[in-house]
């Protein structure tokens, strides 16, 4: 994988960027924004988009744009701005096609399970970034790094994402933080772990006021990410938009984060 800047900081790592990868344009935009930032404020940053979106509530929902077109993309970014990216992947075949393009590959949190997937992973070489299911302990997560291990490669992180609660709801336990913390680094979905899926229309709700309240919970816990997707226009986002941050608020919310950070390790 590049290496993440400012590898010796004590800051959070970002992963960011849209949910989707909706067009070459919008990425580059985004990812050029998000660079400047954190650099600015020394913030190690992966970029983050997915090649397609496989996990859909209705049959109409946007899958995406093609997925070499994506995964092409995805490579520029990452010359252009010579950062690390990462994209989800669904199926075996996913990993080593997207290992090609990406430097991190990304378990979907309803697939982490999948011990076909996660070796498929592995085998690659490359960083691993497993999201918890929303129906697993923290500890359960041991057992999927341990599958990563197993297969020879010593490279995973583990993200929490929130765990079900009800039928519409998901909470973050921040005890999970510093159980996971002993098997992998560790991230926090702050935008993932506010959304409100299973609505009667077919399209997944969010909370993103509270993006910040649990961006915040995590980094005094120390959480070794950050993981929050955003656009110009979540409104038009073609994924998540309902629990994505508005881009233009990142700078402050970073800014205010790194704050924190600095505040805990001087404790």
């Given at each position: 994988m590049k290496n993440l800047k400012y590898t010796d900081s004590n800051n959070f790592f970002l992963l960011s960027g849209p949910c989707a990868i909706e067009g070459e344009d919008m990425a580059l935009r985004i990812a050029e924004k998000i660079v400047s930032i954190t650099d600015k404020l020394k913030i190690p940053y992966v970029f983050k988009g997915s090649f397609k979106k496989a996990n859909r509530s209705r049959i109409d929902s946007f899958t995406g744009i093609g997925d070499e077109k994506a995964l092409q993309i995805l490579r520029k970014v990452g010359q252009t701005f010579n950062v690390p990216t990462i994209t989800d992947i669904h199926t075996e075949a996913d990993a080593a096609m997207a290992a090609e393009y990406v430097d991190v590959l990304q378990i979907p949190a309803f697939l982490v399970?999948?011990?076909?997937?996660?070796?498929?992973?592995?085998?690659?070489?490359?960083?691993?970034?497993?999201?918890?299911?929303?129906?697993?302990?923290?500890?359960?997560?041991?057992?999927?790094?341990?599958?990563?291990?197993?297969?020879?490669?010593?490279?995973?992180?583990?993200?929490?994402?929130?765990?079900?609660f009800g039928y519409q709801d998901l909470v973050v336990d921040m005890r999970g933080i510093a159980t996971m913390k002993q098997y992998a680094p560790t991230v926090l979905d702050v935008t993932h772990s506010l959304q409100q899926p299973n609505q009667s229309s077919g399209?997944?709700?969010?909370?993103?006021?509270?993006?910040?309240?649990?961006?915040?919970?995590?980094?005094v816990n120390?959480?070794?990410?950050?993981?929050?997707?955003?656009?110009?226009?979540?409104?038009?986002?073609?994924?998540?938009?309902?629990?994505?941050?508005?881009?233009?608020?990142?700078?402050?919310?970073?800014?205010?984060?790194?704050?924190?950070?600095?505040c805990v390790n001087g404790l």
């Open positions: 399970r999948q011990t076909d997937l996660v070796v498929a992973a592995a085998e690659t070489g490359k960083y691993v970034n497993l999201k918890k299911g929303q129906f697993m302990s923290p500890e359960s997560m041991k057992h999927a790094v341990q599958k990563v291990y197993d297969s020879g490669n010593k490279k995973a992180w583990i993200t929490d994402r929130g765990t079900m399209v997944t709700g969010g909370r993103p006021d509270m993006i910040e309240t649990i961006a915040r919970a995590g980094v120390k959480v070794d990410g950050l993981f929050i997707e955003t656009h110009f226009n979540p409104a038009e986002a073609k994924s998540d938009g309902a629990n994505m941050l508005d881009l233009s608020l990142l700078e402050g919310l970073l800014t205010r984060l790194v704050e924190i950070r600095q």
